[in-house]
């Protein structure tokens, strides 16, 4: 028998607002029918019998947020942040979708091998559905057609030497290299890429005070992003038939050179993060590593201009760049290492926090809840090809629902947080916007006061042709 989800605010995606009805989901999790009124819910009931109803009253009901840049380090890295604890971050913040990054687990994914590897280690510890980006790398360009057809979402690269221990595995890509690698990227796959050029003549941190924020923010300026967006561009320009993404941008001054490459026809599509929209380097307070990530967090006056890209649609997306770490390797141990911001890890941890985030700045800013169903469902979703059965309320979607009330607020702290590691520069932060349940094909994968149930997700592939794209759910 079919189930039955009720609200008052059911959010559709549409401009007509919410709807006061019902959603009929069959056995397989599919979306069969959807009620758009008290009165259709009326008569289904009196004539129809269901194997469960679920009455949401008066909370939001809305499409299971997606979120296409997430770091499970799984495996090599469990400790960091494995598949089991971020899916349950994951539910837990509305997200019913996640797409893994290739670079932080041991191995990266950049292989066919090393990405069955990951699925491997990840059925059976799913909360929500995941899918993999494939990672380029110098010497691996054999491996992309073998990658693209195994199902990755698209080939995902980076233009700068990471951190240690990750950029001995996962090196950096030059001009040339990437030239190389795009002339044997099929057509219909994205090609993602985290945007920073190394420096001609590298800034040097602040040795002398290593516990500053500000000693490691000008070893990274603004022209590190800026040089990286304007080679990307050109790339994008050269190669017009395929589509390029930027990743976690942090400074405003590339938004005018992806303008300007939208409009000389580039297919090119661009995301930024919470902590660059919410957080700002005039805040930051000596040894507090967990505010450190890459590219910097900037300025206030850049953060405001960030805002501006999100509304006039010149950023396409929002997601967390979520990339925790163990105490150690964030420095904030206790000892002389704590707080040193040139050693510690450039990670942010927020995947849980980002709806909240989000919500509780998008009122000052002149967003609503559509804003933040087109940043955070259905651009992701039509980024990596899912568009056709997730980010919709409609007949023959996959049944996953974010249900949450957008008045209700809270203060974070770390026992709240499902996440392996718990350091977030979130703590203490008062949000609002709080995550009651979270449903995935059908299942109630988390209930905020019954925790969660089975983990169910699954594993999502995508099935690469010349001529056709389409998904299949394993």
């Known amino acids: 028998m079919d189930l039955l989800f009720l609200s008052k605010r059911i959010f559709l995606g ?35 019998e269901s194997e469960a109803v679920y009455d949401f009253e008066n909370m939001v009901l809305m499409p299971g947020l997606i979120d296409s840049n997430v770091h499970i380090n799984e495996p090599g890295r469990k400790d960091w942040e494995g598949f089991l604890l971020a899916t349950k971050a994951a539910a837990a913040g509305g997200f019913t979708t996640i797409i893994d990054r290739p670079t932080n687990a041991s191995p990266p994914t950049t292989s066919v091998a090393n990405l069955k590897a990951k699925t491997s280690t990840a059925r059976g510890k799913l909360y929500v559905d995941v899918g993999f980006w494939g990672g380029l790398i110098p010497d691996n360009t054999e491996e992309i057609e073998a990658l693209t057809n195994a199902g990755v979402m698209g080939m995902q690269c980076t233009l700068c030497p990471s951190a240690q221990p990750v950029t001995t595995e996962f090196p950096a890509m030059d001009r040339v290299q990437l030239e190389k690698a795009i002339s044997k990227i099929p057509e219909d796959v994205l090609i993602a890429f985290h945007a920073e050029l190394p420096l001609t003549q590298p800034i040097k941190p602040n040795e002398a005070e290593p516990k500053m924020y500000e000693s490691y923010s000008r070893s990274r300026p603004i022209s590190m992003e800026t040089d990286a967006v304007q080679l990307i561009c050109e790339l994008a320009l050269t190669n017009k038939k395929k589509h390029f993404h930027i990743l976690n941008i942090s400074a405003a001054e590339t938004l005018p050179i992806i303008e300007q490459c939208k409009r000389n026809g580039g297919k090119i599509t661009s995301e930024t993060c919470p902590h660059y929209l919410t957080l700002a380097a005039e805040d930051i307070e000596d040894c507090h590593t967990e505010y450190k990530a890459q590219p910097p967090i900037r300025n206030k006056q850049n953060q405001k201009k960030l805002w501006q890209g999100l509304e006039s649609g010149c950023i396409d997306l929002i997601t967390s760049d979520h990339s925790p770490a163990t105490p150690g390797a964030k420095c904030l141990t206790y000892g002389k290492a704590r707080g040193n911001f040139l050693n510690a890890w450039p990670g942010i941890s927020s995947l849980q926090l980002g709806l909240s985030i989000i919500w509780t700045s998008c009122e000052q800013h002149g967003l609503g809840l559509n804003h933040i169903y087109n940043l955070m469902c259905k651009n992701p979703a039509k980024l990596c090809g899912l568009e056709k059965f997730k980010s919709k309320i409609e007949v023959g979607y996959d049944a996953d629902f974010c249900i949450w009330d957008p008045d209700e607020d809270f203060e974070v702290t770390p026992d709240m947080l499902y996440s392996a590691n718990k350091a977030t520069p979130y703590t203490n932060k008062r949000l609002r916007g709080v995550v009651h349940a979270t449903i995935v094909r059908g299942l109630h994968v ?13 594993v999502l592939f995508r099935k690469s042709g010349k001529k056709i794209v389409k998904f299949v759910r394993m």
């Open 14 to 48: 549409t401009e007509e607002g919410f709807t006061h009805g019902g959603i009929i989901v069959d056995t397989e999790g599919i979306i069969r029918k959807v009620l758009k009124s008290a009165q259709e819910v009326n008569s289904y009931l009196y004539n129809t």
């Open 446 to 458: 988390f209930q905020k006061y019954e925790g969660f149930g089975q983990p169910l997700g699954k």
